[in-house]
């Protein structure tokens, strides 16, 4: 046990945890070197102790990290916080969250506060870096790292991101295996790469099927709730509406979700839904959502070790990372066959 009373000291930590000192600082310095099992179980002694580093290099200011988002409102984005200050408490690093709304206005603000608080690095989320940003940060010595990049990303700045390709294949390879044909695809931003990629890899898993994309049964949407009920929707009033639809984003499958019980559809009995992201809601929807799980708490924890690792000078050895993503299967969809043998009963 820890003492409770007087200052935690990394032996302190070292010891409950049963490893030895320098792994303890590898994991408040950010290092990728530690086993996923070990970080979890030192990361968690370091919150549970408030464990709070003496930092000279410093001069004795809080250590700052920025992540920067264009809009905070959703889940997804929580999740994200969540990952980046599960690794900052336990440097003893200070997170601030800010929102610019894509504004250049609002960009500007959140950059002269920047310079004002000497931020250690930053982390952006679905954006670009413009270029006046980009040279002045790099003028400020901060380092940057990116979360699912808009589009692509000067070559100096590292990115996090998910197998969007490969997660978009696998749900669609799920409705096919269940025998659907007729599907229904509900795009996100046309802007983002994440969408981009969970598209292609939808006709790619459609192409490798032999069943042709029908275009009529394609949408367009913004990954938020709204969009998803707007575009399932005109997909379920077609007289000839799809058996399945993919959602590229969970809170669109719940907006679909609601499109379907306002017509009187069932699902899964009358239309398979599957999502992609695995939010926390999407197992305590009714039906519980299948979706792909990209991994998003990891990806914001990734994203703070790598950018005070960068605070550090170190050298990052992978810049552009996806973390792998995972077919999680509910209840939400169901085989063609067995659907249509309930309907003749």
Not at 144 to 164: E, L, Y
Not at 194 to 207: H, K, T, V
Not at 276 to 295: E, G, H, K, N, Y
Request: proline share 6%; net charge neutral; with cysteine.
């Amino acid at each position: 046990m820890v003492a409770g009373k007087q200052r935690v000291t990394i032996a302190a930590i070292a010891d409950a945890a049963g490893v030895s000192v320098p792994t303890v600082s590898r994991v408040l310095n950010g290092r990728s070197d530690v086993s996923p099992q070990t970080r979890e179980l030192i990361e968690r002694l370091l919150r549970e102790h408030d464990y709070r580093p003496r930092n000279s290099r410093h001069s004795g200011r809080a250590r700052l990290i920025d992540l920067v988002f264009n809009d905070l409102d959703s889940p997804w984005a929580l999740e994200l916080v969540r990952g980046v200050e599960d690794v900052t408490h336990a440097a003893g690093v200070g997170t601030v969250v800010s929102q610019v709304h894509r504004r250049t206005t609002a960009t500007r603000q959140w950059l002269q506060n920047l310079r004002a608080r000497a931020s250690d690095g930053v982390v952006f989320v679905t954006s670009d870096v413009a270029e006046p940003v980009h040279t002045e940060l790099h003028r400020l010595r901060v380092p940057v790292v990116i979360i699912d990049p808009a589009g692509g990303a000067a070559t100096d700045v590292p990115t996090i991101g998910a197998t969007n390709w490969s997660g978009g294949r696998t749900a669609t390879d799920h409705l096919i295996s269940l025998g659907h044909r007729r599907i229904g695809f509900i795009a996100g931003p046309k802007d983002l790469l994440c969408s981009r990629a969970r598209l292609d890899g939808f006709r790619a898993a459609m192409e490798a099927a032999g069943v042709p994309v029908d275009p009529s049964l394609m949408e367009q949407g913004d990954f938020r709730n709204e969009s998803g009920f707007q575009a399932g929707g005109r997909l379920l009033e077609r007289p000839d509406r799809p058996t399945a639809i993919f959602a590229s984003s969970d809170q669109m499958a719940l907006g679909v979700y609601e499109a379907a019980r306002r017509r009187g559809l069932r699902v899964p009995d009358d239309l398979s839904v599957i999502g992609f992201d695995d939010l926390p809601d999407a197992c305590w929807s009714s039906p519980p959502l299948t979706t792909i799980r990209q991994p998003l708490a990891e990806m914001g924890a990734l994203a703070a070790r790598t950018v005070l690792r960068l605070s550090r000078g170190e050298t990052i050895e992978t810049p552009r990372v996806e973390l792998v993503t995972k077919l999680i299967v509910r209840e939400s969809t169901k085989s063609l066959a067995e659907t249509r043998g309930q309907a003749t009963e």
